[in-house]
């Protein structure tokens, strides 16, 4: 079922289009006397004539992106249809959002104003084939890159919801892609797969062109967005241990951090069903009921070759106990599969933590978060000087008050 070809999502995907301008490409992308150097575009901060954006123009831009994400949302509406569990979810949502708005407008202005950001990179030819680039400030070495795909329950999936931790990690040395890839309706799961993979493709062939090193490149996803990277990931294996042509290789990605993610999706149908994420929808995402188990990493793994899963990096899977959009054993199961298939693998499990808690409450804490400080650890591991600046680096600011994030809490539908 390819929905991204219907006229209702079709419409969507022009209109997705229009909105978002083409930067220069990989040839626009240099880097220049030691500092990174990103082509002039209102996209990257910048005005077509190498001045800085204006307010107005920058205004605009978020509002054509607010625009698409509404649209889409609406189109969805069409395929879900309005009832009571929605509407209580949406109003939860709202509240929630409502409640950790200070630091979402902090954490916006430094996506739409800082230097550092170089906002919708093109990096292919489908619809929101963009990615987010997150640089840091020292520029006097190439740096370590995290290719880093969202969440977002494979519907509501936006390269901007990776700003904060684009900006934990660029402010530690690390540049950060976020890749935007097709929701649903405007694609299914062999598109987001198909769209992540180009964006990691595009990571790994042009890291030198934005100040990174090609030598030590990260794959990341959270939720969705790591089931997504996982499928990529499993199927570039598979491939190569085939001998199959591929635009990267997995020899490229030096560890796969998969936060908060499902991945035996086959067993995770009821669970999304019962948290309202329908089956029929559920499964018009992953294209019917007999693609779950090649959209199911922890099936392919299963059945992979010993030689797929020794291309494998080492994979590090991050999940917090009391998570219950995706339940923590969907990590350790993983886990579990791959180490009896021989491949290398790490469990962080983080206790009394729930699905958002890891990825929004806590970093908006500020002070040192846990599972930053837990990715840091494993990028930085072969790297003294690096280490030494992380025991010296200071700590981030708080973002919101402590009332507001634990009642956030107890409010968030996720």
């Known amino acids: 079922m390819q929905l991204g070809d219907q006229s209702s999502s079709g419409g969507a995907a022009a209109e997705a289009d229009a909105f978002v301008p083409r930067v220069g490409g990989p040839q626009s992308l240099r880097r220049r006397s030691g500092e990174a150097s990103i082509d002039s575009s209102p996209r990257s901060g910048r005005a077509s004539d190498g001045r800085r954006s204006t307010f107005s123009e920058d205004v605009g831009h978020a509002a054509a992106e607010t625009y698409l994400v509404t649209s889409l949302a609406f189109t969805l509406l069409?395929?879900?249809?309005?009832?009571?569990?929605?509407?209580?979810?949406?109003?939860?949502?709202?509240?929630?959002a409502v409640l950790l708005m200070p630091g979402f407008i902090k954490v916006g202005y430094y996506y739409f104003f800082s230097s550092q950001v170089c906002r919708s990179v093109v990096y292919g030819d489908q619809p929101r084939n963009r990615l987010d680039l997150y640089i840091p400030r020292d520029h006097s070495k190439s740096s370590p890159v995290v290719a880093f795909v969202t969440g977002g329950a494979w519907i509501i999936g936006y390269k901007a919801w990776g700003a904060l931790l684009g900006r934990r990690l660029a402010e530690r040395g690390i540049i950060v892609a976020c890749i935007d890839y097709r929701n649903f309706p405007q694609g299914t799961i062999s598109d987001m797969v198909s769209d992540a993979s180009e964006g990691i493709s595009f990571v790994c062939n042009n890291a030198t062109s934005f100040g990174g090193d090609p030598n030590r490149i990260y794959l990341m996803g959270q939720s969705a967005g790591a089931h997504i990277a996982a499928c990529a990931l499993l199927e570039q294996a598979v491939k190569e241990s085939k001998g199959q042509h591929?635009?990267?290789?997995?020899?490229?990605?030096?560890?796969?951090?998969?936060?908060?993610?499902?991945?035996?999706?086959?067993?995770?149908?009821?669970?999304?069903?019962?948290?309202?994420?329908?089956?029929?929808?559920?499964?018009?995402?992953?294209?019917?009921?007999?693609?779950?188990?090649?959209f199911s990493p922890e099936i392919v793994a299963k059945k992979s070759s010993a030689e797929a899963i020794a291309l494998l990096p080492q994979i590090v899977l991050m999940h917090g106990t009391a998570d219950y959009s995706i339940p923590s054993s969907a990590s350790e199961t993983f886990a579990d599969v791959l180490k009896q298939a021989g491949g290398k693998v790490k469990l962080e499990l983080y206790e009394g933590k729930t699905h958002t808690d890891v990825f929004v409450q806590d970093p908006l804490r500020g002070g040192r978060d846990q599972l930053v400080e837990?990715?840091?650890?494993?990028i930085h591991a072969h790297d003294a000087n690096a280490r030494e600046k992380d025991a010296l680096a200071p700590t981030p600011e708080r973002l919101v008050y402590e009332w507001q994030i634990k009642l956030a809490r107890q409010i968030s539908p996720f």
């Open 374 to 378: 837990d990715v840091i650890s494993v």
């Open 246 to 294: 591929t635009s990267w290789n997995v020899a490229q990605i030096k560890s796969f951090f998969g936060l908060s993610g499902g991945y035996n999706i086959q067993n995770l149908v009821d669970h999304f069903h019962e948290r309202g994420l329908y089956r029929s929808v559920f499964l018009s995402i992953m294209e019917g009921k007999e693609s779950l188990p090649h």
């Open 78 to 96: 069409g395929y879900l249809g309005v009832g009571y569990r929605w509407i209580s979810q949406l109003i939860a949502l709202l509240l929630y």
